[in-house]
Nanobody, 125 residues
Framework: QLQLVESGGGLVQPGGSLRLSCAAS????????IAWFRQAPGKEREAVSY????????YYADSVKGRFTISRDNGKNTVYLQMNSLKPDDTAVYYC??????????????????WGQGTQVTVSS
């Protein structure tokens, strides 16, 4: 059974850093592209970053470009999201998800077939 488990969230001051991890099991990890999404209270789920199955290509939302870095270790079945220069607007529950093969747009939540339970990130002084 395909399973994703996020970790690494927490409370951090503005300007601080966190690294999120998404550990996968139950499927051929290096066959799937993975994305990070986030959802703040009262807001829609928002795409944050995406990485292809090989790790060769990455994409970012404009709001996090230059501050967040996505990477993956296929040997460890894990995707990471390094978040630097965090802002209060980054406060949200962060989710990782596997992309449905054959879909076109990376930032549409409907194109993802499995989601983790999420990890809370709170940026506050």
């Amino acid at each position: 059974q395909l399973q994703l488990v996020e970790s690494g969230g927490g409370l951090v001051q503005p300007g601080g850093s966190l690294r999120l991890s998404c550990a996968a099991s139950g499927f051929t990890f290096d066959s799937y592209a993975i994305a990070w999404f986030r959802q703040a209270p009262g807001k829609e789920r928002e795409a944050v970053s995406y990485i292809t199955n090989s790790g060769s290509w990455t994409y970012y939302a404009d709001s996090v470009k230059g501050r967040f870095t996505i990477s993956r270790d296929n040997g460890k079945n894990t995707v990471y999201l390094q978040m630097n220069s965090l802002k209060p607007d980054d406060t949200a529950v962060y989710y990782c998800a596997t992309r449905r093969p054959g879909t076109i747009t990376w930032n549409n939540p409907s194109n993802y077939i499995s989601w983790g339970q999420g990890t809370q990130v709170t940026v506050s002084s």
